[in-house]
């Protein structure tokens, strides 16, 4: 198969990790008969750098009309006080508004190899933490209406949360269906005990669970997920929710794992294309260092071959690559254990590449 790839490498460990991601899908490549064709497209602040805007028109017609798009990270402090109309985060929601990427997937897994970097205590992470946050990306607070004005002699700040019934049913249908080819348990988060926009997206919910009668179904309110994501990990399987509650759950679900380096993140239309990114920043602190962990873009690469292109076999291949380097002992520094090998970022490609 033939597919035409965007990569956006962006700032700081950006270039670094994705240039790992490319050893091992041109292993893929080579395995499988593939060929992938990569067009680079300047993103964050190294696009401000050249054209004054995080993103042009031009490279977001070719994100538009590509397979499938591949993302490093964006910003740095040498970007932090430009203008906030033209800041490097701009071209990511850009970017996700303009391909109607409006379901994130964000699986959290925990290593067995490296079990020792969750914070969580033994007895409660020995049944796993293997689970899929689905978080609507384009609706509710973020992209409401929001406005600053005096009422009373005072300063008053308003921010609109808005969901419409079709939003809701889309990525409740993204989030059935990955329960589907999981283990079947999906929780809905909301906080429909207060909000008026929870108690629709309850209701949608529930109309779409009786189209799924093999999904095990409940509803969680978001102050107890948060609670039940540190208590009890394991009982979660697909958890779906709203922009802000997946933003800030996903947040706390990767902590559980230890180590964001090693965190992949799809994020998906209603076709097939998608753009795939690690969940970190572009880690101005390492960057340039050859220190960087790349499992997670390279994990997200996986998602890619998966979700985009369909290929099963070869996103097995790559997971399966990733967990015979850390079965080796190879580690890079965020992830290193005693008795372990510490390896570099391109090392740890060399590595993930040979195991294909
Ligand atoms: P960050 O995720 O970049 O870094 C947080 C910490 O984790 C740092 O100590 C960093 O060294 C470490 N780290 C991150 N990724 C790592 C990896 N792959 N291997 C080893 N260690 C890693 O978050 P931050 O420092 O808050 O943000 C830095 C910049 O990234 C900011 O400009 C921020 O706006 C931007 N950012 C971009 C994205 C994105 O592009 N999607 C996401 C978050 C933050």
Known sequence: MEKNIVVLRGDGIGPEIIGETLKVLKK???????????????????????YGVPITDEGMEKCKNCDSVLLGAVGGPKWDNVDPLV???KALLAVRSELGLFANLRPT??????ASASPLKNEIIQGGIDLVIVRELTGGI??????????????????????????IERI??????????????????????????????RSVMHRLSSEYPDVDFSNILVDNAAMQLIKNPSQFDVIVTENMFGDILSDEASMLTGSIGMMPSASLSSGTLGMYEPIHGSAPDIAGMDIANPLGTILSAAMMLRYSFDMHSEANAVEEAVNAALNSGYRTADIMQPDMTKVGCSKMGDIVAENI
């Open 87 to 89: 800041r490097p985060e």
């Open 172 to 201: 409740g249908r993204v989030a059935f269906e990955t329960a589907l080819k999981r283990k079947k348990r999906l929780a809905s988060v909301d906080k429909a005990n207060v909000l008026d926009s929870s108690r629709l997206w």
């Open 142 to 167: 973020y992209f409401g209406k929001r406005s600053t004005f005096s009422e009373n002699g005072e300063k008053v700040a308003v921010d609109e949360m808005k969901y419409a019934e079709h939003e």
């Open 109 to 114: 897994k925990l290593f067995s190899q490296i």
């Open 28 to 50: 893929v490549c080579e395995k499988f008969g593939h060929t992938f064709n990569y067009t680079d497209v300047d993103i964050g602040g190294c696009s401000i750098d050249k």
